[in-house]
């Protein structure tokens, strides 16, 4: 109830938006730019045939991959640039230099390697999720507050004990502040991907939705259900973030 | 386990150390010698910023001097190790284990009770019912504990504690020193204490060594010879306070 009380400023921001969407092209009388409504039954209309289900299922599973090769190589090579010197100043220039080209940029030598199927975008999102949490992760073992590593070296612990109870829980926070950033990067990545060979996906559907007929309410359709998505990933993301492990950074 | 008893728990040997900093060279410890008996509380008191901490990190292994040495057990002294736990004000719970895990933390998992062990120490401190809790969950005073806890039960012989309840208020830190108290009575160690509170080395040591300012030598060493338990506020107590304090240049008119 709380959290209803808090979101009706946004509410109403979105309702007048759709109103003033709805009346500007009743006025204008648009052929092409569809209604509120329109955007409504058409997506309806995708729902039933099963086709919106395909396309998301498509890209969802695009995600799915890229990202979690992207997870499982960047938190173990996070860790270790973060722990052993010499690897932290041998690769972080290199994944600095990397790190801002655009994934699109990728694009023309994804499909060079992978071809058009499911690889390219696979691989585009694996590029474009695994640099930031692979600095998150390395940012979160330089930031361990010394006396914790102290106090493990006090009680000599075993290094497969010191990594499992004190460095990796202690950077748990930031991988999943990584984890965050690398999720909302592979699905806008996803979608722009999917815009320039596959068949299927949300991206895909966009600009066929486009190219066969103008079915500019399909357009609109997806672009909504891009950016729920989006915020339920996020959501799931943010769950994480709960954990009572991890509840120690967030807390203050 | 030494079997001489006149050979000291702790021998400060004429250490010396230095930092640089910008080619601005700081002596910060120059020439300290003294020992600590097995069984004896030592308090060391000091002008802030005299080098007190340093002191305590060599002495605990994790600093080694410029010139001199410790020696624990008549062993040089080359390392932290588990036999001597450092307590700070700071402290270093994990925040992430739980207080029966940051409990476990120390022993290794091969030794046998290890689980009842931690619970006879949580117990021991007052913790009980509390160890399925998250450090945050904790208030300053339940967390200091949980920090004693996790320090006594791998069975250390000598306790480092550098300035330990300052970060916590008047009435708390006299409470926890009341308690380590009583946990020593049961428990008896070997202490070392830094405090910048001269009346809290009073109600807890047996000797106190006064630090002159940087660089750090012993200035002077008060023997505490009240039995427990104490009243600072006796006038032989306060005595001693007023020469101590004397000793750190401060001449109030108590």
């Not at chain 1, 009706?8 to 921001?13: E, F, K, L, Q, T």
């Not at chain 1, 990202?67 to 220039?93: K, Q």
């Not at chain 1, 023309?108 to 694996?126: D, E, H, R």
């Not at chain 2, 619970?119 to 300053?140: I, M, R, T």
Request: net charge neutral; charged share 15%.
């Amino acid at each position: 109830m709380k959290g209803l009380k808090a979101s009706w400023p946004s509410i109403v921001v979105m309702a007048v938006l759709i109103a003033v969407w709805w009346a500007a092209v009743t006025l204008t009388q648009s052929a092409i730019f569809p209604t509120p409504w329109a955007v409504v039954t058409g997506t309806l209309e995708l729902a039933r045939d099963g086709t919106l289900w395909e396309h998301i299922g498509a890209s969802l599973m695009r995600v799915g991959a890229g990202f979690g090769l992207a997870v499982l190589l960047a938190i173990p090579l996070g860790l270790w640039m973060g722990w052993v010197h010499g690897a932290f100043v041998t690769l972080n220039p290199l994944f600095q230099i990397l790190r801002p080209i655009s994934p699109i940029a990728w694009i023309p030598i994804a499909i060079l390697w992978f071809g058009v199927g499911n690889a390219s975008p696979i691989y585009l999102i694996f590029i474009a999720s695994v640099f930031p949490m692979i600095v998150q992760t390395t940012a979160g073992v330089h930031t361990i507050e010394k006396r914790y590593l102290r106090a493990a070296e006090n009680f000599g612990v075993p290094r497969s004990k010191l990594f499992m109870q004190v460095v990796f829980p202690a950077t748990l926070p930031q991988i999943i502040v990584g984890m965050r950033i690398g999720l909302g990067v592979a699905w806008l990545v996803v979608v722009a991907a999917e815009m320039i060979a596959l068949r299927s996906g949300l991206g895909y559907m966009i600009i066929d939705s486009r190219n066969a007929g103008n079915r500019y309410d399909l357009v609109i359709a997806g672009m909504i259900i891009i950016g729920l998505i989006g915020l339920a990933l996020d959501g799931i993301m943010r769950l994480l973030e709960s954990m009572k492990v991890v509840r120690w950074r967030y807390a203050h | 386990m030494p079997t001489d008893v006149a050979s000291p728990k702790i021998r400060v040997d004429n250490i010396r150390k230095g930092f640089q900093n910008d080619k601005v060279h700081l002596q910060v410890i120059e020439g300290l010698d003294f020992e600590v008996r097995e069984g004896e509380f030592v308090a060391i008191v000091g002008p802030s910023g005299c080098g007190k901490t340093t002191l305590m990190n060599i002495i605990a292994g994790f600093l080694s001097p410029d010139s001199g040495g410790v020696h624990v057990n008549g062993v040089v002294r080359n390392g932290p190790n588990r036999k001597g736990i450092m307590i700070t004000q700071q402290g270093s719970v994990f925040p992430w284990l739980t207080v029966r895990q940051n409990l476990l933390f120390g022993l290794p998992d091969d030794r046998p009770n290890r689980e009842a062990l931690a619970e006879e120490y949580a117990a021991l401190v007052g913790l009980k019912g509390f160890e399925d809790n998250y450090p945050h969950e904790l208030s300053g005073g339940m967390l200091k504990r949980a920090e004693i806890a996790r320090a006594l039960v791998v069975k250390p012989e000598i306790l480092y504690m550098d300035e330990p309840f300052s970060a916590l208020d008047a009435l708390m830190s006299l409470r926890m020193q009341n308690e380590l108290l009583r946990i020593l009575s049961i428990e008896r160690h070997t202490v070392m204490l830094i405090t910048h509170d001269v009346e809290e080395a009073i109600h807890l040591a047996d000797r106190i060594l006064v630090l002159s300012p940087r660089p750090a030598r012993i200035q002077a060493s008060f023997d505490v010879p009240f039995a427990h338990p104490r009243r600072v506020s006796s006038p032989e107590a306060q005595a001693l306070r007023v020469a101590i304090l004397k000793e750190l240049g401060v001449t109030d008119s108590v």
